[in-house]
Antibody
Framework: QLQLQESGPRLVKPSETLSLTCTVS????????WGWIRQPPGKGLEWIGS???????YYNPSLKSRVTISIDTSKNQFSLKLTSVTAADTAVYYC??????????????WGQGTLVPVSS | QSVLTQPPSASGTPGQRVTISCSGS????????VNWYQQLPGTAPKLLIY???QRPSGVPDRFSGSKSGTSASLAISGLQSEDEADYYC???????????FGGGTKLTVL
């Protein structure tokens, strides 16, 4: 079982860039796909995007113009950048591993999540 | 509004059987597998069911999943107080080229 830990600033101002890093332990980042999912307070889950260790990415079309996900295999980390944030981007941000088994993909191990308020 | 549709709430008494539905379309549930997640209060989601009906190790067999056409269901039998949580379905969407989630169902054990 992998352990994932999100880290980054605890508060972001409107119009600025939200930056988070996910550190993976218990396995190599070069063996899986990875993803970011967020959850606004009191609301449901929203997929932000995914990345393969090779660097290929998939983004939520509704966020694509503002999102960049990157990977650093030397540090066993992957990162999220979300530009031009507004209060609507206030959420708990989770990083997760994507596993493949029995012909199906699924988010398997999750980080504990980090609440990022957007406020001046 | 979520791409996958779930009832916002469900409830049952201890020992009862409860089902939660998840409705989608041909581009998601209709052509891809469904996963279910359990989110206990204040915690991260946990994988409950993958590939429509497969349970990860450690998940009790009280939890089962099924899929038919463009809909899926999660069934919980022998309901227990610790099952009180939010439940989410998820699937890959070929049209959006991304993952979509249901809006979540809050399960209350009466």
């Amino acid at each position: 079982q992998l352990q994932l830990q999100e880290s980054g600033p605890r508060l972001v101002k409107p119009s600025e860039t939200l930056s988070l890093t996910c550190t993976v332990s218990g396995g190599s980042i070069s063996s899986y796909y990875w993803g970011w999912i967020r959850q606004p307070p009191g609301k449901g889950l929203e997929w932000i995007g995914s990345i393969y260790y090779s660097g290929s990415t998939y983004y939520n079309p509704s966020l694509k113009s503002r999102v960049t996900i990157s990977i650093d295999t030397s540090k066993n980390q992957f990162s999220l950048k979300l530009t031009s944030v507004t209060a609507a981007d206030t959420a708990v941000y989770y990083c997760a591993s994507l596993a493949f088994s029995s012909g199906a993909w699924y988010f398997d191990d999750w980080g504990q999540g980090t609440l990022v308020p957007v406020s001046s | 509004q979520s791409v996958l549709t779930q009832p916002p709430s469900a409830s049952g008494t201890p020992g009862q059987r409860v089902t939660i539905s998840c409705s989608g379309s041909s581009s998601n549930i209709g052509s891809n597998t469904v996963n279910w997640y359990q989110q206990l209060p204040g915690t991260a989601p946990k994988l409950l069911i993958y590939n429509n009906n497969q349970r990860p190790s450690g998940v009790p067999d009280r939890f089962s999943g099924s899929k038919s056409g463009t809909s899926a269901s999660l069934a919980i039998s022998g309901l227990q107080s610790e099952d009180e949580a939010d439940y989410y379905c998820a699937a890959w969407d070929d049209s959006l080229n991304g993952w979509v989630f249901g809006g979540g169902t809050k399960l209350t054990v009466l």
